[in-house]
């Protein structure tokens, strides 16, 4: 998927009913890539890693628009019939997910300490707006290139 998709909004299908919570990463980017599958290593079989770059790893899901996935890493809740799709968004992704492993998860409610939240989103924020330019050493292609003025 490129930028000029910017502007799209992906539909869910329907495909039943998620156990597993969505990591939705950009895996155009190494430093989004290292960290899903650190998440993974930490929560095991709790989280389903999807590189929302492919299309097809995007159903059965909420829509959410392209540009707000590449602002941010996001992450679904399991589905819960008759109840919707909870989505947690860069820092809060994070604390969601480690609070779903045996290692970190009890410190996980750190996140939502008022001034310890401000602060984590504030550095998720920072280095997300330049995790191409971070990671260009690393890259295969031009998408670092692509991104990184952006």
């Known amino acids: 998927m490129d930028a000029s998709l910017a502007g799209t909004i992906f539909r869910p299908h329907s495909l039943g009913v998620r156990t597993r919570w969505a990591v939705l990463y950009d895996g155009n980017c190494r430093m989004c890539t290292r960290g899903a599958q650190q998440m993974r290593s930490l929560a095991g079989d709790k989280v389903d890693l999807r590189d929302f770059q492919k ?3 995007l159903e059965g899901l909420p ?3 392209y540009a707000d996935l590449m602002d941010k890493m ?3 809740s399991p589905s819960v019939p008759g109840k919707p799709d909870k989505i947690f968004k860069g820092a809060a992704a994070i604390a969601r997910v ?3 492993t045996p290692v970190v ?3 996980a409610f ?3 300490v008022p001034g310890l939240k401000q602060l984590a989103d504030f550095g998720y ?3 997300a707006k330049r995790r191409y330019r971070l990671s260009a050493k690393d890259c295969d292609g031009d998408s670092c290139k692509l991104h990184a003025h952006s």
């Open 125 to 127: 924020g920072q280095i």
């Open 110 to 112: 750190l996140y939502w």
């Open 98 to 100: 480690a609070a779903l």
């Open 63 to 65: 829509e959410i628009p």
């Open 105 to 107: 998860g009890p410190l």
């Open 74 to 76: 996001h992450v679904v």
């Open 55 to 57: 299309p097809e790893n």
